[in-house]
């Protein structure tokens, strides 16, 4: 059985960028429904139970079609979630960029910090409907940016994520209403990057 994780902060922590209402309603209700979702569609498949969600993303083609349905949409809104609230953390007076060897391999395949957040930002604005954007790592150890539909994994194409980006309506609407550049460009003093280079190298 799958549980709704703890966030690593209060619901009011990133605020001015994300409001409480939002993360307490995204938290308890969204994350929380793909959750029961997903645990309701395993039951009748306790041989599919055991094995990791992540694994069970990479191998979604060897699913029974119900299961398969339920994996994609509500294991991925969880697995996709659990990432989210991870690679966030409260705005700090410095400068929120990534160091070390994460800020190289940026470098390495973007050219420069700005450049990437331009191409992510981009990715995000040009998403049609909901869904994700992030830096995945691909099978070759390469950085990309991708978009996935939907609660769509990046690991059912084999990219391991190491930052996403929310923009189905409902992670940011109550504050942000249509205003979708506004948050992408607020959601960058919010990551938190030593996470995602704990993720890079996990
Ligand atoms: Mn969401």
Redesign the pocket.
Known sequence: MYTLPTLPYGYDALVPVIDEATMKL?HTK??QTYIDKLNAGLEKYPEWQVVPLPNLMMRLQELPEDLKKVVQNHGG?HL??SL?WQIMKPVTSDLNEPVGDLASAINQTFGNFSDFKKQFSESALALFGSGWVWLVVKSDGVLAITTTSN?NSPLIDNGKPILGL?V?E??YYLNYQNRRAEYVENFFSVINWEQVEKLRNA
């Open positions: 995204h969204h994350h809104g996709n979630h989210f609660q929310d189905w409902h992670a």
